[in-house]
């Protein structure tokens, strides 16, 4: 079974700077796909950023990028010119391109912004 | 509507009443997914819906736990005899189609607590 893990439970950012959210999992597939989403205090989840694991490149969202190291199983995503709007729960996440269409989530990290 | 809608967003049940929980996702998604979200954690999947066919329903935690969608449409997560390690949010989510790389829109949840 597939796992996501998490490793920073809170991070903290000033305005206008950068952030890296950091985020590791375990698989023994070949193929997939990773993502990050966002969950404001809301509760509404809203997909960020996503990667499909067999393209090289990593994927850019304007100011939302990843860093995708496929040997070492890792998936951060770098927030740069940080908003307050930015705020909120971050996970991570994975899919199977075979055998299931299920996200397995992270235990998310809390992302404050100070102004 | 523009998004999934549930309802209610709110429940609270005292230990051992039945409940059910109502997903209404985008028009024309075939595929829905109910996953459970305790405090402070990432979302658990806990069934997975292609129309009115229910083709994964792994991690439904208990025989308590009961889902369908009869119509292919809107679906029902009922939980009978509530115990109290059942609260926690409850999210649905639509998507297109049943493919990997098709996004996943999720509702606001309802959250459930049982006294």
């Known amino acids: 079974a597939q796992t996501v893990t998490q490793s920073q439970p809170e991070m903290s950012v000033q305005e206008a700077e950068t952030v890296t959210l950091s985020c590791t999992y375990d698989t023994s597939e070949s193929d997939y796909y990773l993502f990050w989403y966002k969950q404001p205090p809301s509760r509404q989840m809203i997909l960020v950023i996503r990667q499909e694991a067999y393209k090289q490149q990593n994927a850019t969202e304007n100011r939302f990028s990843v860093n995708f190291q496929k040997a070492a199983k890792s998936f951060s995503l770098k927030i740069s010119d940080s908003q307050l709007g930015d705020a909120a729960m971050y996970f991570c996440a994975y899919r199977s391109r075979e055998g299931g269409n299920k996200l397995v989530f992270g235990a998310g990290t809390i992302l404050r912004v100070k102004s | 509507g523009a998004g999934v809608s549930q309802s209610p967003r709110y429940k609270v049940a005292k230990r051992g009443q039945d409940v059910a929980l109502r997903c209404d996702p985008i028009s024309g998604h075939v595929s829905l997914f109910w996953y459970q979200q305790a405090l402070g954690q990432g979302p658990e999947f806990l069934t997975y819906?292609?129309?009115?066919?229910?083709?994964?329903k792994s991690g439904l935690p208990s025989d308590r736990f009961f889902a369908e969608r009869p119509e292919g449409s809107v679906s029902t997560l009922k939980i009978q005899r509530t115990q109290q390690e059942d609260s926690a949010v409850y999210l649905c989510?639509?998507?297109?189609?049943?493919?990997?790389?098709?996004?996943?829109?999720f509702g606001p949840g309802t959250r459930l607590t049982v006294l």
């Open positions: 989510a639509s998507s297109l189609r049943g493919i990997s790389y098709n996004e996943q829109f």
């Open positions: 819906f292609q129309n009115e066919a229910q083709l994964d």
